[in-house]
């Protein structure tokens, strides 16, 4: 089987879910106004990185974030400040990730994840810091976002069994042309992600799934969502 036949494709288009309400500024599940990280990132020398880590996760939602290093990717250690307990780090790669439980909500400020260049370098870049806010439902969360859902592929595109979903990536932007913000989603049990800090206009959403040997699948059918 190519490699071409053994990507997955995705059982149907995820939803983008209207969020109505707004937060409740006493409230801690309020999202601060310095929730969303800048994308600009630092860099020092031969380590660049980049990208938003969102802002805010409902309770009971996957998040998951993964910095983008754009040069000498080989031989790069990362580590990580300021971690909430409930999420997961992994120092190769750099990607944060975990599922809030309802103990959980609240904002979590003074998270910064660092690359070093390969030993014997000095070379080294951050992101950060940056807050998440964990809300308790869609209906606090605020209306900035957008709650994409989609249902989990079990099949390849020539009709065998997916059996090595690895996880997906999450694609966003202004021109559906062009989705340039990305999220990788490394649970391969996740179903929803909420897209956070969005501007005024249109955005739009697509989805795609790798496996473990890292085969990539085609993007899904495009999603969008108006910010007001």
Known sequence: ????????????????????????????????????????????????????????????????????????????????????AWLTFNADTGALSGTPAAANVGTYSGISILAYGPAGSAAQASIGPFAISVVSSPATATTNSAHLKWVAPTQNTDGTPLTDLAGY??????????????????????????????????????????????????LSNIGSKTIG
């Open 1 to 84: 089987m190519s490699a071409c036949q053994s990507i997955t494709r995705l059982a149907s288009l995820f939803a983008c879910a209207v969020l109505l309400a707004a937060c409740n500024d006493s409230s801690p599940s309020s999202s601060p106004s310095n929730a969303m990280a800048s994308a600009a990132s630092t860099t020092a020398t031969t380590v660049t990185l980049s990208g938003t880590p969102p802002a805010q996760v409902v309770v009971g939602a996957a998040y998951s974030f993964q910095p983008q290093a754009s040069t000498q990717t080989a031989g790069l250690r990362y580590s990580v400040m300021g971690k909430p």
């Open 169 to 218: 990536t999450v694609y966003w932007g202004t021109d559906p042309n062009n989705l340039t913000s990305t999220a990788k989603l490394t649970d391969a049990t996740a179903t929803s992600y909420a897209v956070t800090g969005l501007t005024s206009g249109t955005w739009y959403f697509a989805l795609s799934t790798y496996t473990s040997a890292g085969t990539d699948s085609a």
